[in-house]
């Protein structure tokens, strides 16, 4: 398969890997939005977050708990935004899953998670929108 995430796991592609055990690895990201940027992935591939089956998200989110503490001390920092951009309309450009780990430092000029976007979305009619989702889960 043709995806980048996928040459770093087989190691033809070099990688600054930080960890790594049966099914996730993590490594440095490229172009860091902060210092020590860090992505997790399943060594798996799976395109989006709704792919991966429930044993594998929750092997990958061991890993990202325990990266994201060797992370915040091996650089110093004073917390971490941890997400992941899921499909194209969300920012994400590598389509093999990945989570991120963004180390945050006091006064670094950045902001919350929720501050990536604001539509300022009507909320007249949450329950209408409640229902919606709840309905959704009959399909699940
Ligand atoms: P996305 O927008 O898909 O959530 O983010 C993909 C991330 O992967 C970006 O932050 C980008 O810098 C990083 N990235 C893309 N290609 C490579 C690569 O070849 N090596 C590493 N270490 N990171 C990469
Ligand atoms: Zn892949």
């Known amino acids: 398969m043709d995806c980048i995430f996928c040459k770093i796991i087989s190691g033809d592609i070099p990688a600054k890997i930080v960890y790594e055990d049966a099914t996730s690895i993590a490594f440095l990201d490229i172009t860091p939005c902060a210092k020590g940027h860090t992505v997790v992935i399943p060594k798996k591939h799976y395109d ?42 969300a920012g994400q450009e ?12 006091e006064g670094d000029g950045g902001g919350a998670i929720q501050s990536i976007i604001n539509t300022h979305p009507n909320t007249d009619n949450l329950d209408d929108l409640k229902e919606k989702i709840k309905y959704c889960f009959k399909k699940i």
């Open 48 to 89: 989006t977050f709704q792919d991966i089956d429930e044993n594998a998200v929750r092997d990958l989110f061991t890993s990202v708990k325990m990266v994201a503490k060797a992370v915040e001390k091996g650089t110093g920092a004073d917390g971490s935004n941890i997400g992941l951009n899921n499909k194209k309309a």
């Open 94 to 105: 590598v389509p093999h899953i990945h989570i991120h780990i963004i180390p945050r430092y």
